[in-house]
């Protein structure tokens, strides 16, 4: 397993299942908000809070 996938496997599952759907399936946040039935914020804010886990996991590991 590569970095990217330990620190995505470790992450909550709301937010592996956005980041999964936003950065590696390439859709956007108004398609993953559609497609999980939920505002265009919360995932835009899971996809910003997500990030700053990653970058920071990162950054330390």
């Known amino acids: 397993m590569t970095a ?3 620190l995505l ?3 909550p599952e709301e937010e592996r299942i956005i ?3 936003h ?3 390439g859709l956007s946040p108004e398609q ?3 497609s999980l039935g939920v505002p265009d914020r ?3 804010s899971v996809i910003t809070i ?3 886990r ?3 996991a990162l950054k330390q590991g």
Do not use: C
């Open 23 to 25: 950065y590696i399936r």
């Open 4 to 6: 990217i996938s330990e």
């Open 32 to 34: 993953i908000a559609n």
């Open 42 to 44: 919360a995932v835009a």
């Open 54 to 56: 990653l970058l920071s």
């Open 9 to 11: 496997a470790s992450l």
């Open 50 to 52: 997500g990030k700053a």
């Open 19 to 21: 980041l999964t759907m």
